[in-house]
């Protein structure tokens, strides 16, 4: 069974440091890695996947993600904070069922405050 | 394009009553979901669907029924509420063209049920 984990219910740190959020995924065969940010009151945004290749991904607003295969975890990461990326972060997993469709598995979420 | 959009935005229900939510999208996606959302437990998938006419159970489909009359269309229904299902309701639809599209999400609803 998919699964995923995201072991902190929040994180913080100071505008300008880099941040990580943390995310360990378990699946059957090849994973599709998913993040997503919802800010208050407001639906889940897509901010970067990732599905074969390069192990550092790019995303939204500055954003990147990397995956490690051996680790099993895909940590979103932001070499410089701002006060404008607190907001709760949720990591997805799903794979390739072969045409049928793949439904996405969240992690709880984890509430990123940056402090000014 | 309005994307993904749902209504009401808020709904206060009595235990027993009943209601339907309703998500609409304008990107002609084969896909649609409906999840809830929880403190401390993510978003959960209650029902989906593939196509027009098509719905099938997810995660915690139990007390819920949907339809899906028209491709941009997917109703969620409550027919009888209880407290438990009070909850932030949130849509999504996608592209199946691959597998690893990702799902665009609606702005939600937050439903109490007294």
Redesign the interface.
């Known amino acids: 069974a998919q699964s995923v984990a995201q072991p902190e219910d929040q994180v913080n740190v100071a505008e300008g440091n880099p941040l990580t959020v943390k995310c360990t995924y378990s699946v059957s065969g090849n994973p599709y890695l998913f993040w997503y940010v919802q800010y208050p009151n407001r639906g889940l945004q897509f901010l970067l996947k990732y599905i074969t290749g390069d192990n550092l991904v790019k995303g939204s607003y500055g954003f990147e993600a990397e995956f490690n295969k051996s680790q099993t975890s895909f940590h979103l990461k932001k070499p410089s904070a701002l006060v404008s990326d607190s907001a709760l972060y949720f990591c997805a997993v799903s794979r390739d069922y072969g045409g049928a469709t793949n439904k996405l598995i969240f992690g709880t979420g984890t509430l990123l405050a940056v402090q000014p | 394009n309005a994307g993904?959009t749902q209504t009401p935005k808020f709904r206060v229900l009595k235990t027993g009553q009943s209601m339907t939510l309703l998500c609409a999208q304008d990107m002609n996606h084969e896909?649609m979901y409906w999840y809830r959302q929880d403190p401390?437990?993510?978003?959960?998938?209650i029902h989906?669907s593939?196509g027009e006419g098509t719905t099938?159970k997810?995660e915690v489909p139990d007390g819920y029924n949907v339809s899906r009359l028209k491709k941009q269309n997917f109703l969620l229904g409550l027919e009888s509420a209880a407290p438990s299902q009070t909850s932030v309701y949130?849509c999504?639809s996608r592209n199946?063209t691959y597998?690893?599209n990702?799902?665009?999400?609606?702005?939600?609803t937050r439903l109490t049920v007294l």
């Open positions: 993904v896909y401390g437990m993510g978003l959960r998938l989906y593939v099938a997810g949130f999504a199946p597998p690893y990702e799902q665009f999400f609606g702005p939600g």
